[in-house]
């Protein structure tokens, strides 16, 4: 198989990029996922999305990435359930990347990288999958935060750096109470950050601590907590991980594409260029400050002008030769 632009990844910011080549008329073909990463990336696991514009009453996360997947197939893109095994690039062939999957080859003349992010969690009895996660427990205060039943809710985050302290500052406008857990005897958030937090009269740290259990039967209710050897326990609508992303770059880390020291990719100033002609990079894989849907959906939108670009000046080359 052969395309114009091969898609990694199907979140927000692979529905976008897929929509906007395809529309150009260039052949488009998303990987969307299998097993390894999930289709629809993370917000298959999130309940409602009320900060995605154009939805005024909200919208399942779920329901918001089928909805764009099918505006990408009307315009003729193809979508297949696969997980990219092993890319390569070879700047002197005329189809310069090779993407292997469990079927076969797809050979493609640019590469938008969309597979995003994982968030960090901990393996706390109570808080997987399939018990109370999206039932309280959440990575993301900014895009869960404000939802109803959490507000005027004691809530709790864990961590202490500035991520951290970021997040339960913001949970201030909505909650009760927040506490702030983290395992040391002192955050490592930035002093700004964390005097921020210390001076705020709705947060409490709890210091040298960590969350062991979480307890509820159809929602959370409450969190244990070990603090010095003692066990307390704090009765919590909302827990919050924010120990950080891994940014999902596999596939591109044997072919020496240039990184952030924190793991994302490195981009272009203002721009989803990567430092591999013919590769863009798009939402959570290469963004480690806002880490939002609309602004996923955003850079994926930036990736397709750009390799609607990018190919043309290809096929301009081609024809002057």
């Known amino acids: 198989m052969e395309c114009d632009v091969l898609i990694i990844g199907s979140g927000p ?38 900060n995605f514009p154009g939805f005024p009453d909200g919208i399942l996360g779920h329901e918001l990435m089928h909805k764009m997947e099918v505006q990408a197939q009307r315009f003729g893109t193809q979508v297949l359930a696969i997980d990219i095994d092993r890319l390569e690039y070879d700047k002197q062939s005329p189809v310069h990347f090779k993407a292997a999957h469990e079927r076969g080859v797809i050979q493609a003349r640019s590469v938008i990288l969309a597979t995003g992010a994982q968030a ?9 999958d399939n018990e109370l996660w999206n039932k309280g ?10 939802l109803p039943f959490f507000r005027n809710q004691d809530l709790a985050v864990i961590g202490g750096g500035d991520s951290a302290c970021e997040e339960a500052h913001f949970l201030t406008h909505y909650a009760k109470k927040v506490y702030l857990i983290h395992r040391r005897d002192s955050l490592r958030a930035s002093k700004i950050m964390a005097e921020r937090v210390k001076n705020d009269p709705k947060i409490e740290i709890i210091y040298n601590a960590e969350v062991i259990e979480a307890l509820g039967k159809d929602f959370l209710e409450a969190i244990k907590i070990k603090q010095n050897g003692d066990i307390i326990t704090k009765e ?21 594409v240039e990184k952030h020291s924190n793991g994302y990719l490195k981009t272009q100033p203002d721009s989803t260029k990567t430092s ?20 996923a959906a955003g850079s994926g939108c930036m990736a397709a002008l750009e390799a609607e670009k990018y190919l043309g000046n290809l096929k301009a080359a081609s024809h002057s030769v």
């Open 13 to 50: 910011a692979a529905w976008t990029a897929a929509i906007y080549t395809s529309r150009a008329r260039l052949s488009t073909v998303v990987a969307a996922g299998s097993l390894r990463f999930m289709k629809g990336g993370q917000l298959m696991t999130t309940t409602d999305v009320e």
């Open 236 to 256: 919590v609508r909302g827990l919050f991980f924010a120990i950080g992303h891994t940014p999902l770059t596999e596939l591109v880390d044997q072919m020496g």
């Open 137 to 146: 427990i959440s990575a993301c205060a900014v895009c869960d935060g404000p």
């Open 120 to 128: 960090n969690r901990l393996p706390i009895p109570g808080a997987g």
């Open 276 to 295: 591999i002609e013919g590769l863009f990079a798009a939402g959570d894989v290469q963004d480690f400050r806002y880490r939002q849907a609309v602004t």
